[in-house]
């Protein structure tokens, strides 16, 4: 199959609990791909393998699959919805060219939905919106759609509107064709029958109806000035059209409604990404970079006669090895090809190509543009890296992953695992960007650090599951930094005269706190060559790398500017070493006197509270340190949004669910850095300078 029309590579994202993996199962049924459903509460569902999965009923790996409808191929990225695991969205948004933004009918957008949206709309991927669960309690399809516009600031086209509500809810009516779908209740997709628009909704149908139609034509002037001047209304092809236009854009997003559980409204999502999401070749093609980062002007346009262009962008290690699920943006890759990683410099050869449904794998002998396959048998190549032809290299765009915020140490219980641990670390680490894995030089403590209590759980138990090594798990740390508050002036030389030649370097400098999230920023402005030009660098490298350890508790110094003003040198011992070491020294020496200051990592919290419990889990906040920001009425209960710091949420989920008699949820996501009060900062100080003198 070459005709690259007829690809959809897709991604279904939403909030925990939307119900995308079921919506997955249900289109897998629909094409005929499985013949059994697998549900999500049975730990039964297809695309969610891993036994953590299973159990917890939560996504937590993206699980790429592939189908076929109307003879249009769809590839298929099932994401998580949980926080701790937005990464697996993020690399999978970039490899993507269209999505499925699934809502719950009754919780609306939610706080992990507003994140995956801006990843998409900062990947620039178009998407349709499925509103799910109508079937459910407290179901409102319009306040979801109303949500969309205010909470997203998104434009929802709405193509359905839904038949009935809650326990009623049996179909919905297509706008374009004046048909009402109505599915019985076997809950097998393919009993339906189309009607007529159900004489209550005739109305409410004609007003959605002419908007649909407003909204469309506004992508063809032509049609506009018929539709307006003489009243004629367009063909649904021309519609289809426009909508298409619109959504590729990201003008406006196709808006449907359903029942993934019930079977309800599944093929009108199928149908609309064959109809309105774009195709490979009709993306914006990914901007190929140099060595630095900075975008060369040239693409990666996807045709199967251009030199190859992939992108790997996961990494899973199951029972055959690893596999690298890679995107191929252009070009053409066959089974026993030799190609070129970028990023390492190095070949690597394709052992086999496997086309992927989940766990289960079909063996391929070649992959083209457009297609999203899992290579087997690379040994260097890790999520982010470029794969080309070797003749003919070229790196695309990379991903930027977030840094962790919280870190434990872990250690294994018996001496004889700590080899097997180092692998299996190194191995979760290629597969899982966002896991990063230390040794403590001084205590020899191996430090674990992730995105959130729930990511290093279940770090630990893949460690005892599937890698067999028992570890001790130590309380979890929070990734503290610190800055400066005041600006300083000094100097300081470095003197060091042994028999021959000696080292001398003199610096007069300023340190001052600078812009909120700038990092370290230097600067020189001697003149007169007092400190040679070819000495700044050194300055430079000298100060960054003390940055490092900051002076109160040895955490990274954030937001500093160093100015180098004047100095001195020696035309014989002068050298880039002796002006590091006086970097170095003269750091040590300012950093205490610039009224330095623990920063500790805020976390944007999104808690929901039943309307009887709201009192205390405000007042449980508050006790937190939590600043609360405001709080929403739903028909379920109550959200209350807060930023609280994160050393203070250890353990919050079940003090929540103790308040809440087990009905609250919450999540939270990093915000940004804040200073700590100073009792706080006295504990936290003490505590690292005892850590020390026990090593």
Known sequence: MTDLTLYRNIGIFAHVDAGKTTTTERILKLTGKIHKIGEVHDGAATTDFMEQEQERGITIQSAATTCFWKDHRFNIIDTPGHVDFTIEVYRSLKVL???????????????????????????????????????????????????????????????????????????VVDLLTEKAWIWDDSGDPMKYELTDVPEDMVEQVAEYREQLIETALEQDDDLMMAYLEEGEEPSIDDLKRCIRKGTINLDFFPTFAGSSFKNKGVQ??????????????????????????????????????????????????????????????????????????????????????????????????SAQAGDIVAL??????????????????????????????????????????AEKLGIALNKMMQEDPSFRVETDEESGETIIKGMGELHLDIKVDILRRTHGIEVEVGKPQVAYRETITKRVEDSYTHKKQT?????????????????????????????????????????????????????????????????????????????????????????????????????????????????????????????????????????????????????????????????????????????????????????????????????
């Open 499 to 695: 028999g021959g030649s000696g080292q001398f370097a003199k610096i007069d400098y300023v340190i001052e706190p600078g812009e909120q999230n700038s990092g370290f920023e230097f600067e020189s402005k001697v003149t007169g060559g007092n400190v040679p030009r070819e000495f700044w660098p050194a300055v430079e490298k000298g100060f960054a790398s003390s940055m490092e350890r900051g002076t109160l508790a040895g955490f990274p110094l954030l937001d500093v500017k160093v100015t180098l003003m004047d100095g001195a040198f020696h035309a014989v011992d002068s050298s880039a070493v002796a002006y590091e070491i006086a970097a170095k020294a003269a750091y040590r020496q300012s950093v205490p006197k610039a009224g330095p200051q623990l920063l500790e990592p805020i976390m944007k919290v999104d808690v929901f509270t039943p309307d009887d419990n709201v009192g205390d889990v405000i007042g449980d906040l508050n006790r937190r340190r939590a600043m609360v920001q405001g709080q929403e009425a739903s028909s379920t209960g109550v959200r209350v949004k807060a930023d609280a710091p994160l050393s203070e949420m250890f353990g919050y989920i079940g003090d929540l669910r103790t308040m809440t008699s087990g009905r609250g949820q919450f999540s939270m996501e990093f915000s940004h850095y804040a200073p700590c009060p100073a009792n706080v900062a006295e504990a936290v100080i003490k505590e690292v300078k005892e850590r020390e003198a026990n090593k």
């Open 97 to 171: 060219d269209g999505g499925v933004g699934v809502f719950c009918g009754s919780g609306g957008v939610e706080p992990q939905s507003e994140t995956n949206w801006r990843y998409a709309n900062e990947s620039e991927v178009a998407r349709i919106i499925y509103v799910n669960k109508l079937d459910r309690m407290g179901a409102d399809f319009y306040r979801v759609v109303d949500q969309v516009k205010n909470v997203l600031g998104a434009n929802p086209l709405v193509m359905v509107l839904p038949i009935g509500i809650e326990d009623d809810f049996v179909g």
């Open 268 to 365: 009108l999502i199928l149908d609309a990404v064959v109809d309105y999401l774009p195709n490979p070749t009709e993306v914006k093609p990914q901007p190929e970079v140099d060595l630095e980062g900075h975008e060369t002007g040239e693409y990666a346009i996807v045709d199967p006669d251009r030199p190859l262009r992939a992108l790997a962008f996961k990494i899973m290690d199951d029972r055959f090895g690893a596999l690298t699920f890679t995107r191929v943006y252009s070009g053409r890759m066959k089974k026993g090809d030799t190609i070129l990683n970028t990023y390492t410099g190095k070949t690597e050869r394709v052992g086999r190509l496997v086309e992927m449904h989940a766990d289960e794998r079909k063996e391929l002998d």
């Open 376 to 417: 087997v048998g690379l040994k260097n190549t890790q999520t982010g890296h470029t794969l080309c032809d070797p003749n003919n290299p070229a790196t695309l765009e990379p991903m930027v992953f977030p840094d962790p915020v919280i870190s434990i140490a872990i250690a294994p219980k018996d001496k004889g695992s």
